[in-house]
């Protein structure tokens, strides 16, 4: 089964071998020429290295049998010597110097590829399709034996044995073409054999990643600090070395049934290889005896059939390799060209104005994530006015997140349309539609990096200034001013070993200041302070109500509390907006919203029930 999808996957492979080395030449050409000059040039040094080896005894020899003068003999040996000299020392030059480009390509896909998940749709990072053959096409570039820089590697190879199959072909050419077709059929018969057999380690390949997988697993977790303090107050030690025994012993079988099936290549060369030069042996030896053959003449010929075996096999083994490599040129490709669902360039150009009042409107809007069995949004319609601060509250699962990245353009509608202003923000540049937005959402990144790189979110032309007042806005000046360089401390120490870690509140500071710094008209924050106790969220809650006075707002939070300051609360479940209206007025309600505000309360009050049971207890 797994074999037959194999050959499904490779017949639905987008580009032929031909067309992914024209792909790869393209490149080439376009950011390094080096790499094709210098591919050809090692190709030719290499194959003029295996010639003059095979000619310099047989030369020699030559010059022995017809009592050549010994001066003619000293030059013939000198001249050789000169030659393979400065063709080995011409191919150990090149060799060194094509690594240069050949990786600089390289990098230039790995770039391509991050600028491609960086840049794409939002959707396309939520559909696991995607997301497997980015993996793949990153594989393909991680490291010099794949097949972004490999293949150049492959092309010298194929070029070097195709010089040498001519020059030895032309040699071959004066004996019997019986002999050849035997050294030829030998030889293609045992690549086809052999490339059976080596193909299972191929075949299996996913089985072996498996794993792989497994114990790289094992061992991160036993390094990676996030691990460090369960592993050891749950004694996890020894459920990780487990999973890696477990792991390595099914690896090491499977490596120990791997090796004896290629054991039988060596078998099938062996007797090949003992037909071929018997053959070859026994016809030159015929010459040698009926028609006076020279010693150096026999010494030449049976050197070249020798040669020429390896250079078919050469031939075809690249050839097969490159095959492989043009499977996941094929993958970096087709990830490169994946389509877009949203217009970013052809799209309609959206300028910043701060002064300009921007509503939003969800008109029967539904969303059904990719091979999921119902909507996780169904039939919303919804009017954020201009200036409105807009809480979205109610329990995980509700649909606020995916109602909040519907608002901001990461995702569009199955059902309905989201209007920026009265029209359908498809119609936008999305990268321009963003730049109306600034956000601080649950999963928010801390880069590891300075203090000002994180408020800033760049490296260059940073307003230094405007920093340090986003950071007295969001109330985090006196905790800067206490780092051993300020604005230049470094945050995190997984990069630097001075860098600082901050406390969850001191985080979400940060993440205001950097949200100010944008200076967008649309705030929204996504359940950002999920991880802070409740005193903590609502004073955090306070300082970005009053920050973005005047400005439309967006607070979604799982915490009824947090959000009472609000103009107007949705209160969601199951997808829909089941009640809206103030705080005030939603308690009033007498429904879901003022059960949950109920049960919540209770935890937040001094003295509250724990407290009184406690009193009983006395």
């Known amino acids: 089964m797994r074999r037959l999808k194999q050959t499904k996957e490779i017949k639905k492979s987008k580009y032929n071998m031909w067309q992914n080395t024209g792909f790869m030449l393209g490149i080439a050409w376009k950011y390094d020429k080096s790499v094709i000059f210098l591919c050809i040039a090692l190709a030719m040094a290499t194959a003029g290295v295996t010639i003059t080896e095979l000619l310099i005894a047989p030369m020699i020899l030559q010059k022995v049998e017809t009592l050549a003068p010994l001066g003619q003999l000293v030059t013939s040996i000198l001249g050789f010597s000169v030659v393979l000299m400065v063709l080995s020392g011409l191919k150990a030059y090149l060799t060194a110097n094509t690594l240069f480009g050949r990786v600089g390509l390289r990098t230039k896909f790995i770039m391509m590829i991050s600028r491609k998940d960086a840049q794409t749709s939002f959707s396309n990072i939520l559909d696991t399709d995607f997301l497997q053959m980015e993996d793949k096409a990153m594989r393909a570039c991680s490291s010099n034996g794949e097949a972004t820089e490999a293949i150049w590697t492959t092309w010298t190879d194929i070029l070097t044995n195709v010089l040498g199959f001519v020059v030895y072909l ?68 020894t459920w990780v070395e487990d999973v890696w025994n477990s792991a390595y012993s099914l690896y090491r079988a499977f490596l120990e049934k791997r090796e004896k099936i290629y054991l039988w290549t060596n078998v099938i060369d062996l007797v090949l290889a003992f037909v071929r030069n018997g053959i070859a042996y026994a016809y030159l030896i015929g010459l040698t005896l009926n028609q006076g053959l020279p010693v150096s003449q026999f010494l030449l010929y049976f050197n070249a059939v020798s040669g020429f075996t390896q250079w078919v096999t050469g031939i075809l083994d690249q050839f097969s390799i490159l095959h492989k490599q043009s499977l996941d040129l094929s993958t970096v490709r087709e990830l490169l060209e994946w389509p877009e669902q949203f217009r970013f360039e052809d799209g309609e150009p959206l300028a910043k104005d701060l002064d300009k009042e921007y509503e939003i409107k969800l008109e029967d809007v539904s969303f059904r994530y990719p091979k999921a069995e119902k909507d996780t949004i169904s039939h919303i319609n919804l009017t954020i006015h201009p200036g409105e601060k807009l809480a979205i509250v109610g329990l995980n699962g509700a649909g606020k997140t995916t109602l909040v990245k519907l608002v901001c353009g990461f995702l569009d509608p199955t059902q309905g349309r989201v209007l920026l202003n009265g029209e359908d923000i498809r119609k936008y540049n999305r990268r321009d539609y963003y730049k109306l937005f600034e956000a601080v959402f649950q999963d928010f990144s801390v880069l590891e990096a300075s203090v000002a790189e994180n408020v800033a979110q760049r490296v260059e032309d940073i307003d230094i200034p405007k920093v340090w007042s986003c950071l007295e806005e969001a109330g985090l000046t006196e905790k800067v001013r206490s780092l051993p360089k300020q604005l230049d401390t470094k945050i995190g120490r997984r990069v630097f070993e001075d860098g600082v870690e901050l406390s969850g509140g001191q985080t979400q500071r940060l993440m205001l200041a950097r949200a100010l710094y944008k200076d967008a008209p649309l705030l929204v924050l996504d359940e950002p302070t999920a991880a802070l106790d409740p005193i903590a969220e609502n004073d955090i809650y306070m300082k970005y109500s009053e920050m973005t006075h005047g400005r439309t707002s967006l607070f979604i939070s799982h915490r009824l509390a947090s959000t009472r300051f609000c103009d107007r609360i949705l209160f969601m479940e199951h997808g829909k907006i089941a009640e809206e209206g103030t705080h005030d007025q939603l308690l009033k309600l007498g429904g879901g919203y003022a059960n949950l505000f109920e049960v919540q309360s209770q935890y937040y009050k001094e003295g509250g029930h724990h407290d009184e049971q406690n009193e009983d207890e006395k």
């Open 170 to 237: 032309a040699l071959l050419s004066n004996l019997n073409l019986g002999l050849i077709l035997v050294v030829l059929a030998t030889t293609i018969a045992g690549y086809f054999v052999n490339k059976r057999i080596n193909e299972w380690g191929y075949r299996h390949r996913e089985e072996e990643i498996q794993y792989n997988k497994k114990m790289n697993y094992a061992y991160h977790t036993s390094v990676d600090r996030a691990f460090a303090k369960d592993i050891r107050i749950f004694g996890l030690r």
